[in-house]
């Protein structure tokens, strides 16, 4: 069983956003691997333990996204493929799913996983876009995922409930919470990561032009949203605080 | 030129996205003097097309066909995709929902065209659409531009609201050939019972650690039954395993902005507001005077929720009736 | 001079932090209440590879080197010093067979701490009469054939009920000069007349288990001798050398947790109509301790360094642990100060870090017993 994991190096969700020139500054950002990705790396580990085989995770990026590729080696992966190229670094969904297919077109692989979405731009474009790319099924926001003959069957979340599918393989799933606990890397996985293989391969390497993966969405600019403001924190005896909630919420804000 | 809009059903039944999309296409599209299309795809939904009329559409193509019975990317795709190639609009809008999030980028591929998820905001000016999206979790507000010809995006339930427009609302049948889906349906399970979906909400109730038990659910829900709201919860109550993950909200969960939002017993974590922070009205109730949540919330009440809450939901059926 | 940490450090690091943070940190609390160790936690840090962090492969060890396992210490000490203390014990006593131990017994019990097989390993030196000057001991241990028989008891014994196996310390020749009086030895826990007394109550760090140790006509194996008869000091004396660093390290880890626990509190209490944090006295309360925080763990990491390239460490170890550990219990007062009347309830952490901070100038070498061994390297230099 070949599985291919794609992830995502983002910030740390606790970090706290600052702007810079109208862009999202990095500086002193902790990185790391974009939790949705860290189920699609976990589950198809799992998948390997069971089954055997091999799980390749992938990754657009930079020289610090190599960081995020040696943490899935340690978690268990067995090998790892970086696109890393100038002509990426303002590239968007499109950009990285053009890139990826690219990259996968030459691979071999039953199964596909990536995140659901990234928490950074929060767009949950690539799964889909990868997939049509590839020609290929699609699953997303999968919490469960059993393994059939030639098929999957899947449970996806649906908006107000739960949908199960059976999916041709191979296919594309992305990954929701709930879909496995991940592990954390143990240390003698760290110690074996260092000595797995990590290719980095640039645009040229994958037959692909800048203008190829030039990015059909730009980024205007960034902002930080206006704070919202504290209201006010209503005191006195239960009774009264109530009512004057209710009444400050008919009247005043008009919600009820 | 014209603007298509992606009118999603499932069983039967317009979903309250499509109200919210069809009504910002006919404002973008008086805006900028395009005409505005809708494609309702489905089996048997051809009724729909009488109420999708009230919304200004200048036409509504219906895709009726066993096919599109169940929601499936492979056949839905291929409808929404041959419908773009045949219109060739300036701009395509689907809702931010489970379908459209499926459905839009898959599309967005096929066409290689630029999408932009998940906007709570697109401007026309100058002969462009500018699209606003929430990033880092709303902790950060960006604006794009798309620069290939068919610009698609998704827009944010419950952020647009619907208006009634008149509309020549011609109803034309589409039709394209559906491939064999590589997926099937085996099952559909709404949870939730009567409640209405997080995303879909106008009032949430959300419950965190400091109800101290899964059975302080029973008391939010209670409230949650006289507003008919939706049930939320913090991810501390959902790491506790007193909630399922996907009544979360937060920046792990699920992304609301209802008009009213009541967290009872939430500290009020960076990650959780950027969930809810985008509510119309906050209250937050909670018996730590330092809890964030009242850095955020329109009106506090600090408190034991187990005595505020059974009040306030005597008092709302008392105002009720 | 390079003082960052290298990819693997930091990815060490910030596994254990996750693990820490997300594990053992949300039981601290209920651990401290309870007086109770919980074992599974203590297997999964076995799986991860933190019960023994020095040990060969060979071993069944991870093997990453002590300046990981310094800051591994320092992010469990953070969630839960009953857990971190427990650590640093195994990993005491793992190395300090690795260090002295024949193969047959590497074999036997290394690889059996590091898997987890024993929940933990435990370390039988002091007894009530014998605190700091372990050559005065009392127990003892005659040679009878295959077998010697250990007789005496032993006092605070860290993991003593759950450890595996037990390094025991006995008198086997009370006419040798006192560096050569006393041996190790490798006891099982379920060798008769090896017997686990009750726990003690202690002010902090009460999720781990501290006993009494009796033996009674304990009949080990002369095979279990650790090292040679009379190497028994120098066993205890490397052993304490090398878990001076586990304690720093811990220490820096409770220091900065309650610090940044003050830290936080002093920005959003407000009194005056302001948050205290504007006020000079909270700030310099703070800027001293993590100065002191901050110097102390990169004492720790050099005397980790120095270990790690197995160089002499002692004296650096001595003088890491003495301001580690003074200065963490300076942290956590000084937490306590800027909490008020709310640091001094159990609903705030700071009064558990403070309880459990407490031990940290005491075990492995009191501060002066630190500034001692400091002293005689000044002096004898």
Same mark, same amino acid.
């Given at each position: ?51 055997? *085989? ?67 731009? *929060? ?54 919470? *709930? ?51 504290? *209201? ?25 | ?10 069983? =039967? ?25 809708? %494609? ?15 919304? =200004? ?19 839905? #795709? ?32 096929? %066409? ?12 026309? #000016? ?53 491939? #064999? ?16 979906? @997080? ?11 400091? @109800? ?92 034991? @929720? ?5 009040? @306030? ?9 | ?7 693997? &450090? ?92 024949? &193969? ?33 001991? $009392? ?33 086997? !020749? ?5 560096? $050569? ?42 095979? +279990? ?5 009379? !190497? ?40 005056? +109509? ?27 990491? $050099? ?43 159990? &609903? ?34």
């Amino acid at each position: 069983m070949k599985i291919v994991t794609c992830i995502k190096q983002t910030f740390d969700t606790e970090a706290k956003i600052t702007i810079e020139n109208g862009k999202v500054s990095d500086q002193g950002v902790n990185l790391i691997v974009n939790p949705y990705d860290e189920f699609a790396v976990e589950e198809s580990i799992r998948l390997k333990e069971k089954n055997g *085989g091999e799980v390749v995770v992938v990754s657009v990026g930079n020289d610090k996204t190599q960081e995020a590729l040696r943490y899935c080696l340690a978690m268990g992966a067995d090998r790892a493929v970086l696109i890393q190229d100038p002509a990426l670094e303002n590239g968007d969904n499109h950009s990285a799913a053009v890139a990826l297919a690219k990259l996968l077109a030459d691979m071999e692989y039953d199964l596909i996983f990536c995140g659901k979405e990234a928490v950074d731009d *929060g767009a949950a474009q690539v799964p889909s876009r990868l997939a049509e790319k590839l020609d290929l099924p699609q699953a997303n926001v999968i919490t469960s995922f059993e393994l059939g003959d030639g098929q999957a069957t899947v449970t996806r979340e649906i908006d107000g409930g739960t949908e199960t599918l059976e999916v041709q393989l191979p296919a594309v799933f992305s990954a929701q919470k *709930g879909l496995n606990e991940v592990r954390y890397p143990s240390l003698p996985g760290i110690m074996k990561a260092k000595r797995k293989e990590l290719k980095v391969v640039s645009l040229a390497d994958l037959g692909l032009s800048a203008e190829d993966v030039a990015p059909k969405a730009e980024l205007v600019q960034a902002e930080l949203p206006p704070p919202r403001k504290a *209201g006010r924190v209503l005191k006195g005896e239960v009774e009264e605080v109530v009512a004057e909630l209710v009444k400050l919420l008919q009247e005043e804000a008009k919600v009820i | 030129m014209s603007i298509v809009v992606f009118a999603e059903q499932r069983g =039967g039944t317009l979903r309250k996205i499509t109200y919210e999309v069809v009504s910002e296409g006919k404002r973008l599209a008086a805006a900028a003097g395009d005409s505005l299309k809708v %494609l309702l795809a489905g089996s048997d939904v051809a009724g729909l097309a009488e109420e999708l009329k009230k919304f =200004g559409a200048d036409e509504i193509a219906v895709a009726n066909d066993a096919a599109l019975a169940d929601y499936t990317t492979d056949a839905y #795709a291929a409808v929404l995709a041959a419908y773009i190639q045949q219109e060739n609009p300036g701009l395509v809008l689907l809702g931010h929902s489970a379908i459209g999030k499926d459905l839009a980028p898959r599309v967005a591929a096929r %066409l290689d065209a630029g999408l932009v998820s998940d906007c709570i905001d697109v401007k026309f #000016a100058d002969g462009d659409y500018a699209f606003v999206h929430p990033i880092y979790a709303g902790k950060a507000i960006a604006t794009y531009k798309v620069n290939s010809a068919v610009k698609m995006a998704t827009l944010r339930p419950n952020v647009f609201p619907v208006e009634e427009n008149a509309g020549a609302g011609s109803v034309v049948d589409f039709s394209t050939e559906i491939p #064999a889906p590589r997926t099937k349906v085996l099952e559909v399970k709404q949870q939730g019972g009567d409640r209405p979906e @997080l995303t879909e909400a106008d009032i949430i109730c959300s419950g965190g650690r400091g @109800l101290g038990n899964p059975d302080g659910f029973q008391l939010i829900e209670q409230l949650a039954d006289i507003l008919g709201a939706a049930v939320g919860s913090s991810r501390a109550a959902v790491d506790a395993g007193w909630r399922d993950h996907q009544f979360q909200v937060g920046q792990t969960g699920k992304v609301v902005s209802p008009n009213l939002y009541i967290a009872c017993g939430i500290s009020g974590a960076i990650q959780h507001l950027a969930g809810m922070g985008s509510s119309k009205c906050i209250i937050g109730i909670n018996k730590d005077p330092e809890a964030n949540i009242f850095n955020v919330a329109d009106y506090g009440i600090e408190g034991d @929720l187990y005595k505020v809450v059974p009040a @306030l939901i005597e008092k709302l059926k008392e105002v009720k009736g | 001079m390079d003082f960052s940490l290298t990819a693997d &450090e930091k990815m060490i690091q910030e596994m254990v932090r996750g693990f820490a943070q997300q594990e053992l940190k949300p039981q601290a609390a209920t651990l401290d209440a309870e007086h109770k160790m919980n074992l599974d936690n203590l297997a999964r840090m076995a799986e991860l590879g933190l019960m023994g962090m020095n040990i060969p492969e060979a071993y069944g060890g991870a093997e990453v080197g002590v300046v990981p396992y310094s800051l591994a210490m320092t992010e469990v000490g953070r969630a839960c010093a009953a857990t971190a203390v427990t650590m640093s014990v195994t990993n005491m006593v793992g190395e300090v067979i690795c260090a002295f131990g024949t &193969e047959e017994q590497k074999q036997k019990y290394v690889t059996r701490l590091c898997s987890g097989e024993y929940a933990a390993g435990a370390f039988g030196l002091t007894e009530s009469l014998a605190g700091s000057d372990p050559g005065s001991m $009392r127990t003892q241990a005659v040679r009878e054939g295959d077998y010697y028989r250990l007789n005496g008891s032993k006092l605070f014994i860290t993991s003593a009920e759950y450890a595996g196996v037990t390094v025991v310390w006995a008198v086997t !020749d009370r006419q040798a000069p006192k560096s $050569r009086r006393i041996s190790a030895f490798l006891v099982e826990q379920d060798t008769p007349g090896f017997k686990v007394g009750k726990a003690e109550e202690k002010m902090g760090q009460r999720g781990s288990a501290t006993n009494e140790l009796v033996l009674e006509d304990c009949l080990v194996p002369a095979a +279990n001798l650790l090292g040679q008869e009379g !190497d028994g000091l120098k066993i205890a004396l490397m052993a304490l050398d090398g878990g001076r660093i586990g304690i720093g390290s811990m220490a820096v880890g409770i220091g900065y947790e309650a610090l940044d626990f003050a830290r936080d509190y002093a920005k959003e209490r407000v009194q005056f +109509n302001q948050p205290i944090a504007s006020f000079q006295a909270i700030q310099w309360m703070l800027a001293d301790s993590y100065t002191e925080m901050e110097s102390a763990q990169l004492l720790v990491l $050099r005397a980790a360094y120095l270990k790690q390239q197995k160089t002499r460490f002692s004296r650096e170890a001595s003088m890491a642990k003495l301001l580690a550990t003074e200065g963490a219990n300076r942290a956590c007062y000084r937490a306590i100060q800027i909490l008020g009347g709310n640091g001094y309830i159990a &609903e705030y952490p700071v009064e558990r870090l403070y309880r459990d901070v407490r031990v940290t100038t005491i075990y492995e070498g009191t501060s002066e017993i630190q500034r001692l061994v400091i002293a005689r390297h000044i002096l004898n230099a």
